[in-house]
């Protein structure tokens, strides 16, 4: 039954995927001018938590769309991205330039989410095809 409510996420999960890391991208690319602007008083009052938010959209992003995609390569792809993610976003914390893997990882998770989304496209015309 608790299946049920998320089937909607599940059925879109790479377009969330998609989404969350954009939104995670211009985040990372927008703050340094917010706080470059503001004199690095705005660096202060960031909410952590619009991290965390990202790594957390991510992970039902990937858990969806990995168990929807039949091609390995993907799942590994997108597994290893979000791990790679994850991790420096925790790890930002005490090593600064670990938030670059922030941009690889999100691109990465862009990249997995996009070929799964085509190869589910083309997975729904060949069965379309199939039954006509």
């Not at 660096?43 to 039949?70: I, K, M």
């Not at 670059?100 to 997975?123: D, E, F, K």
């Amino acid at each position: 039954m608790a299946l049920m409510k998320f089937s909607g996420i599940a059925q879109k999960s790479d377009w969330v995927g998609i989404f969350s890391s954009v939104g995670c991208i211009l985040h990372c690319l927008v703050m340094p001018v917010l706080v470059y602007l503001s004199g690095s008083a705005l660096h202060r009052n960031e909410p952590e938590w619009l991290d965390y938010l990202f790594v957390g959209l991510a992970a039902v992003a990937v858990y969806y769309s990995v168990r929807q995609s039949h091609l390995l390569g993907v799942r590994l792809l997108l597994i290893f991205a979000w791990l790679l993610f994850s991790l420096s976003v925790i790890l930002q914390a005490v090593f600064p330039p670990a938030g670059l893997l922030m941009y690889v990882g999100s691109v990465a998770l862009i990249t997995g989410h996009v070929i799964n989304l085509r190869h589910c496209r083309q997975c729904r015309v060949h069965k379309h095809r199939m039954a006509a």
